[in-house]
Structure formats: structure tokens, C-alpha cells
């Protein structure tokens, strides 16, 4: 069974750079038949994508997000990072990772993680 | 960059009914999109993929349809634990979600 794990400062301040891991288990994140996306939910409202990495480290950002987002993947670790400067108010959010089938519908995810922005 | 609009906002329907949920794309889609089922405090579960096929371990009584603009997500008769927040999501270009129907108890 896959498990996701995000890990990660449930705090940030203004203007720094968000900073998150998700941690793979049950299943090699070498695989090539998956995505692996970041996801992101503000409190009380609806789903956003933030973008995803093939193990190779190809990468596809929402377009909206993309001059603040880098994801990475370290494939001795199984793991994939988010990173999101300059963080906003806005950007408070609980974060998921989560694994897609290609690039597409995502089968299993992170429980979340709450992020907040604030001073 | 796609927009998914899904209708109603909030449903309310009594054990045991059908509720259908509605999900519109701006550009067609194709049969790329998926349904998933929120519940307070949970991560999303994957219920549908490619409009109609269930994934593992959904119960029958959901069911998906529709292509290209018009997609349809149907509970043929609510269970207690069916009553939750459901999305749509497109996978055709990128990933963009609905802003989500509440399915509440009458």
C-alpha cells in the first residue's frame, strides 16, 4: 500500500519561502509510470494545483504559481519537495502531495499539512 | 488554462435518494476527468477516472458520465457516509479542479 507523508514548518513568515517535503513509502518514486503533484487547499475552500515531477526531475507548474514554485525529487530518499517564495497571506493553505497516474487523476494522497503565513 | 464550474453549490438530499452533480469545462476535456469525494479533515479520495470508470474499491452506486464539456456524477441511493464535499477535476491540459458541491442531509 503507497502512504504520502507531507512533512514541513507549519509557520511561515511574509515574504520567505514555503518549504515542504512528502516522504513516499510502500512504492519507489522511480517508477515510470507516475507524477507526483503538490496540491493545495485554503481553509474552507476549493482544490489548486500547484504542479508535479517525474522522477527524472521534469517538472510542470500551474501556470499561475509558476514564477514562485520549484518542486524537486530525491529518488535515494523517495522523496519530493515543494518550494514557494514569496509567501503571502493567500498562500495559507493545508499543502497535500499526492501521486498521479501520468500525468493525470491522482490515486493516493498525503494526509495534509497546514501551512499558515503570518508574522 | 481550463475552468471547471461545478453545480449545484450545495445539494441537499435525504438518505436513500439519488443526487446528481454537475460539472462543466470551458474547452472540452475529451473523457480526462476525474470525480473525488472530501470529507471534513480528509485528503480526497479518487472515486472516478476518465468520466465513468470507478476506481478501486468504489461502491457501485457512484457512477460518472459525460464527455467533452459536460460531465455528470451520479449517487444512485446516499448512504450516511456518501454526505461529503465532491470535485471534478480535469486532467486534459495540466490539472484544474471544480470549485466543489457540498452534498449535505435534507
Known amino acids: 500500500q503507497v502512504q504520502l507523508q507531507e512533512s514541513g514548518p507549519g509557520l511561515v513568515k511574509p515574504s520567505q519561502t514555503l518549504s515542504l517535503t512528502c516522504t513516499v513509502s510502500?512504492?519507489?518514486?522511480?517508477?515510470?509510470?507516475?507524477?507526483w503533484s503538490w496540491i493545495r487547499q485554503p481553509p474552507g475552500k476549493g482544490l489548486e494545483w500547484i504542479g508535479y515531477?517525474?522522477?527524472?526531475?521534469?517538472?510542470y507548474y500551474n501556470p499561475s504559481l509558476k514564477s514562485r514554485v520549484t518542486i524537486s525529487v530525491d529518488t535515494s530518499k523517495n522523496q519530493f519537495s515543494l518550494k514557494l517564495s514569496s509567501v503571502t497571506a493567500a498562500d495559507t493553505a493545508v499543502y497535500y502531495c499526492?501521486?498521479?497516474?501520468?500525468?493525470?487523476?491522482?490515486?493516493?494522497w498525503g494526509q495534509g499539512t497546514l501551512v499558515t503565513v503570518s508574522s | 488554462e481550463i475552468v471547471m464550474t461545478q453545480s449545484p453549490a450545495t445539494l441537499s438530499v435525504s438518505p436513500g435518494e439519488r443526487a446528481t452533480l454537475s460539472c462543466r469545462a470551458s474547452?472540452?476535456?475529451?473523457?480526462?476527468l476525474a470525480w473525488y469525494q472530501q470529507k471534513p479533515g480528509q485528503a480526497p479520495r479518487l472515486l472516478i477516472y476518465?468520466?465513468?470508470t470507478r476506481a478501486t474499491g468504489i461502491p457501485a452506486r457512484f457512477s460518472g458520465s459525460g464527455s467533452g464539456t459536460e460531465f455528470t456524477l451520479t449517487i444512485s441511493s446516499l448512504q450516511s457516509e456518501d454526505f461529503a464535499v465532491y470535485y471534478c477535476?480535469?486532467?486534459?491540459?495540466?490539472?484544474?479542479f471544480g470549485g466543489g458541491t457540498k452534498v449535505e442531509i435534507k
Open positions: 499526492a501521486r498521479g497516474i501520468g500525468y493525470s487523476y491522482c490515486d493516493y
Open positions: 510502500g512504492g519507489s518514486i522511480s517508477s515510470g509510470d507516475y507524477y
Open positions: 474547452q472540452s476535456v475529451s473523457s480526462n
Open positions: 477535476q480535469q486532467y486534459n491540459n495540466f490539472l484544474t
Open positions: 476518465g468520466a465513468s
Open positions: 515531477i517525474y522522477y527524472s526531475g521534469s517538472t
